[in-house]
């Protein structure tokens, strides 16, 4: 089993910035991708951005590139996405989640309780 719990998500205004953070935890917690999803109402989730196990590769959307940034430090199995010049579209639910590739496709198994950002105008 793997827990993932997030952490950051706010109210901030459009321009502001906001780091969200993502610990996972359990004993094979480290062999996970980590990955960055997002929910707005009405809409379907979204990838957001992720890092691979192993090669440490790190996938940002073309969405947010430029705005968004993922690291992970490692001894403490967290992940931040770190969210920069933000606008009222990225207001949403983030949550984080923990995936294998099988054959070319992800598949997540473990998934957060999610943060809620809200950016105003």
């Known amino acids: 089993q793997v827990q993932l719990v997030e952490s950051g998500g706010g109210l901030v205004q459009a321009g502001g910035s906001l780091r969200l953070s993502c610990v996972a935890s359990?004993?094979?917690?480290?062999?996970?991708?980590l990955v960055w999803f997002r929910q707005a109402p009405g809409k379907e989730r979204e990838f957001i951005a992720g890092?691979?196990?192993?090669?440490?590769?790190?996938t940002v959307a073309d969405s947010v590139t430029g705005r968004f940034t993922i690291s992970k430090d490692y001894a403490k199995n967290t992940v931040y996405l770190q969210m920069n010049s933000l606008k009222r579209e990225d207001t949403a639910v983030y949550y984080c989640?923990?995936?294998?590739?099988?054959?070319?496709?992800?598949?997540?198994?473990?998934w957060g309780q999610g943060t809620q950002v809200t950016v105003s105008p």
């Open positions: 989640a923990a995936g294998v590739t099988v054959g070319s496709r992800p598949r997540y198994d473990y």
């Open positions: 359990g004993r094979t917690a480290s062999y996970y991708d």
């Open positions: 890092i691979m196990f192993g090669s440490g590769r790190a």
